[in-house]
């Protein structure tokens, strides 16, 4: 048998519409990985809420390749150091993987090709970052002006479709078993609402979709009353990647309702906000534009009513009754409404 082809997950935890999954199929037997790599993300790092849904997020998609014969293998640790010693037990010489734009997976690219083969695919946005550009070919900084430029550059690519066949390796390296990864909160446990609220996975995302085509013509206006359940609810689906931008739009782009024109520019927005990391990496931590330096901001470090108010605000307790139902929204399903 040929040596196996080892797919690099991350946030692309689904079978359909996964290229470097679609494309190692191709190649020869295939091992799936998941690694949990605390350490690159820094204070980027996942936190509980976003644990919680990995947890069940793995689980379905470990599900799933168990039905078609295959297996998720997860690992903890450096991503970059686990998968070379995942590709020295199996025998495996490539690594795939799609493409993830946020600083330390950037880096981590770039030190994993040097190691080993590793094949890249664009898979999670509309269309690849750094293909919207100005007439001059430097990137857009604002958004309308991309939006009107990735409009034109619709549709994207086609979606792939699930792989006809997994085969697997003649052994299978070393797993964690996801239980010992502890996500879960148990002391206390306050994910309560989360499982009230949410259904996890690949197919809760196909299902949601479904529901969507028959609500998103009402999206335009309907958004903006967080009291109807009219919005798509497909955001940490799309987080995770269980379902990928590209189905999304080829499932509704015929649409020309108003609600549809909306939510495809909300699409978009996902599009610019990854253009805007690759421009500048820092965002997360330093202001996009220099003027904004010279803001005043209170803060809760050194002012004890800056952090008084902050935890007001955190808990839902401002006395602003649209601010807190927002806020004690978020603490109890992990969400907040449009």
Sequence with gaps: M??????????????VDNPALYHAAKAGPV???YVLDDERPSAHRYGGASRWWLHHSLA????????????????????VEQLCLIAQEAGAHSVHANRHYEPWW??????????IDLKLYDANYLLPPGAVVTGSGTPYKIYTPFSKAALEQLPPRDALPEPEALSTPDHWPASDALEDWNLLPTRPDWAGGMRAFWQV???????????WADHVEDYDGARNFPSVDKTSRLSPHLHFGEISPVQIWHSQGQKRSMGWKTFEKELIWRDYAENAICQFPRYASANYREEFDRLQWRDPATDE?????LKAWQQGRTGYPIVD??????????WMHN
Excluded: N, Y
């Design 325 to 334: 139902a927002g806020m004690r929204q978020l603490w109890q399903t992990g």
């Design 201 to 211: 996975g690949e197919a809760a995302a196909q299902a949601r979709l479904a529901w």
């Design 60 to 79: 379905s998609l470990g599900q799933s390749l168990a039905e078609r014969g295959s297996r998720l293998v997860l690992r903890r640790g450096d991503a």
């Design 305 to 309: 009513f800056a952090a008084r108010d």
């Design 31 to 33: 091992i799936a990985v």
């Design 2 to 15: 040929s040596s196996p082809h080892i797919v690099w997950l991350r946030r692309d935890l689904r079978l």
């Design 106 to 115: 950037r880096k981590a690219q770039g030190e994993l090709k040097e190691r």
